[in-house]
Nanobody, 128 residues
Framework: QLQVVESGGGLVEAGGSLSLSCGTS????????????IGWFRQAPGTEREGVAS????????NYAASVKGRFTISRDRARNTVHLQMDNLKPEDTGVYYC?????????????????WGQGTQVTVSS
């Protein structure tokens, strides 16, 4: 059974950068992530979980939330079986717990209900 694991969160000042990674757990290392659409979602206290970016199995098509377009970049690293989320020019409103999620096959939708497998999340805090 696929299990995904996030890494790379932390504390950064506004305007700074962070890179998050989504990989598989040791027990699920045989699952190729390029067979899954991978989405990144975030949730701030008292708010609903929202989609940030996704990369589809369909020619690696990407989708971004309007709030992060031009600042965040999602990409696959097939050699390491991981998906990265490069976050530049971070703003305090980017603060939250960031989750990696997977869905078998293609999707264009950056909606939590479309994704089957979720990681535990990693905290990102952007100070002003």
């Amino acid at each position: 059974q696929l299990q995904v694991v996030e890494s790379g969160g932390g504390l950064v000042e506004a305007g700074g950068s962070l890179s998050l990674s989504c990989g598989t757990s040791a027990s699920a290392s045989g699952f190729p992530l390029n067979a899954y659409t991978i989405g990144w979602f975030r949730q701030a206290p008292g708010t609903e979980r929202e989609g940030v970016a996704s990369i589809s199995t369909d020619e690696d098509k990407t989708n971004y939330a309007a709030s992060v377009k031009g600042r965040f970049t999602i990409s696959r690293d097939r050699a390491r079986n991981t998906v990265h989320l490069q976050m530049d020019n971070l703003k305090p409103e980017d603060t939250g717990v960031y989750y990696c999620a997977a869905k078998s096959g293609p999707t264009e939708y950056l909606v939590p209900t479309y994704y089957d497998t979720w990681g535990q999340g990693t905290q990102v805090t952007v100070s002003s």
